[in-house]
């Protein structure tokens, strides 16, 4: 209901209090509290009947979500990164002297005398070719023995897949068996040896 108070409409509680400038004020205040009210925080987390907390009642404090898990209390260590692929996340060029030169001279050893590591050499080479890689096969027989990536020659006369270890590391499977070293080996480049520099 409003009731006419000379130009002004007033509603009923304020036509009871008057119509001047402090009730003006007042009703402009009550409504700016009455705007600005602030909402209740939301609830604080209680710790689960479960026992989640850490035992003081409080609730664990959150981890950041990019916190590592911890590791298992047995679990074996982490595999230690290979050098190869180290160096490529770092950016510096692989060491393949030191990584791959070590697991290829023996397994060439190996395989001198596998007639299916010699084919896999001769595959598309020809007549020329073919004698080189049988006189490359010969000179593995004279390898010293345990023969070591510091014992090669700085050159070869047939430098081979060592001018391109880059090529052979990029064949995973290289030294599951001798036919698979030997066509690696071929797509490097080939056998090294012949006479070299020291």
Known sequence: MHLRHGAHAL???????GSGPMVRTLALLALLAGCSKKEPPPPS?????????????????????????????????PPAPDAA???VGSGEPPDYMAT???????????CQKDPEFAAALDVGADAKQKKINAKLLR????????????????????????????KLAAVPDALASCAKLGAAIREAGGLFGGESAN
């Open 11 to 17: 509603s009923a509680p304020a036509a009871v209090l």
């Open 45 to 77: 987390p209680s710790p689960s009947p479960g026992g989640s907390g850490n035992g003081s009642g409080q609730p664990e404090a959150a981890k950041p979500p990019d916190a590592a898990p911890a590791p298992a209390p047995n679990a074996p260590p």
């Open 85 to 87: 692929a180290a160096a």
């Open 100 to 110: 791959l030169c070590p697991k290829v001279l023996p397994k060439i050893a190996q």
């Open 139 to 166: 000179e593995v027989s004279k390898w010293p023995e345990n023969m070591s990536c510091g014992d090669l020659a700085p050159s070869y006369q047939y430098g081979g897949f060592t001018y391109h270890w880059d």
